[in-house]
Nanobody, 123 residues
Framework: QVQLVESGGGLVQPGGSLRLSCAAS????????MGWYRQAPGKLRELVAI????????FYGDSVKGRFSISRDNAKNTVYLQMNSLKPEDTAVYYC????????????????WGQGTQVTVSS
């Protein structure tokens, strides 16, 4: 069974920074796609940043371009989200996402989500 566990959320003042981490556990051989989505109260879940093919294709949501940066440690099956110049509108639950997971005994698995970590930007 594959699990995604996020960490690093919390309360930060506007203009501050946070770094989120998401570690995938299980009998994993490789993960093609890892990334982050977020959902604010009353809004749809939206893409924040996603990395495919080990960094050969990286996409950011328009609202975070230039402020957030995604990175991965493939040896640890971990994805990070460095968030700088945070704004109150970045307040949301941030979800880790993984797709096209190659496993030892379960074959290829798709569309896994973490439980989410709360990020609150407020003075």
């Amino acid at each position: 069974q594959v699990q995604l566990v996020e960490s690093g959320g919390g309360l930060v003042q506007p203009g501050g920074s946070l770094r989120l981490s998401c570690a995938a556990s299980g009998r994993i051989l490789s993960i093609d796609v890892m990334g982050w989505y977020r959902q604010a109260p009353g809004k749809l879940r939206e893409l924040v940043a996603i990395d495919s093919n080990g960094g050969r294709a990286t996409f950011y949501g328009d609202s975070v371009k230039g402020r957030f940066s995604i990175s991965r440690d493939n040896a640890k099956n971990t994805v990070y989200l460095q968030m700088n110049s945070l704004k109150p509108e970045d307040t949301a639950v941030y979800y880790c996402y993984a797709d096209k997971i190659a496993t030892m005994f379960q074959g290829a698995l798709n569309d896994y989500w973490g439980q989410g970590t709360q990020v609150t930007v407020s003075s």
